[in-house]
């Protein structure tokens, strides 16, 4: 994989909303099982969701449950992450990952996403 860019991030009023892109280059987008994870500070980082290539599978980790919606673009290369009704706890370091292994989309481990991305910033403000 080539490489794979956040952006999106930004700061934001408790309540409002974000959505968070990943972009990729350098193998076939389709292919790639994919997340998004997270990590706030003074934590380890953790699922927000995960997708399978053709995004019929999500998981959503317990926090994004009912607020974030995770989707891909496999023709523009994408991944999204659309977060609304954002809460102070919501800020952190937000990441895309990307891997070939089948069950990682299932299982949604940062430790199992052998690529990465370098992160976008999300500050929620009250």
């Known amino acids: 994989l080539e490489y794979m860019k956040e952006s999106g991030g930004g700061t934001v009023q408790v309540g409002g909303s974000l959505r968070l892109s990943c972009a990729g280059s350098?193998?076939?987008?389709?292919?790639?099982?994919m997340g998004w994870f997270r990590q706030l500070p003074g934590n380890e980082r953790e699922a927000v969701g995960c997708i399978d290539p053709r995004g019929g599978d999500k998981i959503l980790g317990d926090s994004a449950k009912g607020r974030f919606t995770i989707s891909r673009d496999n023709v523009g290369n994408t991944l999204y992450l659309q977060m609304n009704n954002l809460k102070l706890e919501d800020t952190g370091m937000y990441f895309c990952?990307?891997?070939?292994?089948?069950?990682?989309?299932?299982?949604?481990?940062?430790?199992?996403?052998?690529?990465w991305g370098q992160g976008t910033q999300v500050t929620v403000s009250s």
């Open positions: 350098g193998f076939t987008f389709s292919g790639l099982h």
């Open positions: 990952a990307a891997g070939l292994d089948s069950a990682i989309s299932k299982t949604c481990r940062a430790d199992n996403f052998p690529w």
